[in-house]
């Protein structure tokens, strides 16, 4: 069993429309969860980040964490075209900071005009 | 420049050549990182250098030989690889040891390595 499970898509929505992606994750000792968007030709880059259970919000993008399922979501709400990237979620275990991430395979979000 | 830069961005290779991906960042950090990353595949970690030391060798082969002589330079020297190395080679640099929180890993554009 992989460590952290993600639906790699594609996945392919309306301008507009609410996306959710999701990741799974097997070790309980996980407590730090980031998200990674990945535009075509780049490098991965942080685009949000929560500790333990709990919900995030930053503008249109909501990162939420069920620790006692083992799940943790983001949500974006109103898409558009620029959202359109690979979103990979990220996992570290407390105390965090030990530069050792896991990541998920990446969800692929095409969000069509 | 700024942030992590990688070069080459595109290269091509035999099986029986020898080249060097070379990364650097500009943001002071602690920590560098090289990552493979496959189609469909989660990014995986090959090696890690913290303060320029290397920490972590996640069972590379040995065609693989990292290079770190400083805290803002890494390399990575391939020789003898297989197509089935062939693959995107990201860098990634970060600072670690600060205390509790993760620590935001900045990645440059990456090398797209194709081996014929």
């Known amino acids: 069993q992989k460590e952290v499970e993600q639906d790699p898509g594609p996945l392919s929505v309306p301008e507009g429309a609410i996306v959710s992606l999701n990741c799974t994750y097997s070790?309980?000792?996980?407590?730090?969860f980031m998200w990674y968007r990945q535009y075509s030709r780049k490098g991965p880059e942080l685009l949000m980040y929560?500790?333990?259970?709990g919900n995030k919000e930053d503008g249109r993008f909501t990162a939420q964490v069920d620790k006692s399922s083992k799940y943790i979501s983001l949500f974006i709400r109103d898409s558009q075209p620029s959202d359109s990237a690979t979103y990979l979620c990220a996992m570290e275990v407390a105390p965090g900071n030990t530069g050792k991430l896991i990541f998920g395979q990446g969800t692929t979000l095409q969000v069509k005009p | 420049e700024t942030g992590v830069t990688q070069t080459p961005r595109h290269l091509v290779m035999g099986m029986t050549n020898k080249k060097s991906l070379k990364c650097e960042q500009h943001?002071?950090?602690?920590?560098m990182y090289w990552y493979k990353q496959s189609a469909k595949k989660p990014l995986e970690l090959m090696f890690v250098y913290n303060f320029k030391e290397q920490t972590e060798n996640n069972s590379v082969p040995s065609r693989f030989s990292p290079e770190c002589p400083n805290s803002s330079h890494l390399f990575l020297h391939l020789h003898t690889l297989q197509p089935e190395d062939s693959a995107l080679y990201l860098c990634a640099s970060s600072q670690v040891g600060t205390g509790e929180g993760t620590d935001t890993q900045y990645f440059g554009p990456g090398t797209r390595l194709t081996v014929l």
């Open positions: 070790n309980s000792a996980f407590q730090y």
């Open positions: 929560t500790y333990s259970s």
């Open positions: 943001l002071g950090h602690n920590a």
